[in-house]
């Protein structure tokens, strides 16, 4: 049966790889995705073909995934972090539709949420939300009720995809929004680059966090009111205690 695999790769680095996601792609003939993430892994994999697509591409890039696992040729279409988040794994699904062929076999990978918080510390202890900021799929509207939700709520939130060309000012608007629910001292993290060259982190106040400079390779944590910095590092107790 025509097989196709839709491979979260984590953060980018080998050392963050699942090893079902590593066997996924040793046993795929073809390995599909946008251009950046090939990249990652195109050195690791050298007997394979690889085929991209850019950036707004993406159901190109799934029928593209799908053709070749028809074709006869197991197939992985990459996603970077977790193929189910925020990945491709519900276009893949989408677009085949009810069909049986090809065979699909979602490998879940290390989000950016996860990754991120373990290089700043530990502050998704307890619940979170992750939100967008991208307003691309998703109406602005939306991204600011979501926004005004999970700060009334006191969550702990992570913001993917903070800043870009197109929309350099969303990171200070969602600040704004959050600024409504939260006091301008409440802990916030920015991770860099993570698991690649150049990672980085900061540890701020969400009112500095709002003039803070940050593109798309950074994603943002704001802690909830138990959040504090123990050794430098961001932490989000649980409140387990002694018995």
Partial sequence: MSKLYVV??????????????????????????????????????????????????????CQMAIDCALSGRTTAMICSGDSGIYGMAALVYEIRGEASVPE???????????????ILGAPLTHDF???SLSDRLTSWE?????????????????????????????????????LENLPSDRLCGIARNIGREGESTRILTLGELRDAECDMFCT????????????????TPRGYREV
């Fill in 129 to 131: 939300a992750v939100i």
């Fill in 8 to 61: 979260g790769i984590g953060p980018g680095d080998y050392d963050n790889m699942t090893v079902r996601a590593d066997r996924a792609l040793q046993d795929s003939d073809v390995i599909i995705g946008y251009t950046v993430y090939v990249d990652l892994v195109k050195d690791r994999y050298p007997d394979k073909e690889f085929m991209t697509t850019p950036m707004t591409k993406e159901a190109v890039r």
């Fill in 220 to 235: 943002i944590f704001i802690g909830n009111a138990m959040t504090k910095v123990i050794g430098g590092k961001l932490v």
């Fill in 142 to 178: 939306k991204i600011e009720e979501r926004l005004r939700a999970a700060s009334a709520a006191d969550l702990s939130i992570v913001l993917y995809n903070p800043v870009s060309k197109g929309r350099p000012d969303h990171l200070r608007r969602a600040c704004g929004i959050m």
């Fill in 104 to 118: 699909i076999e979602v490998i879940p990978g290390l989000t950016a949420a996860a990754s991120g918080a373990s």
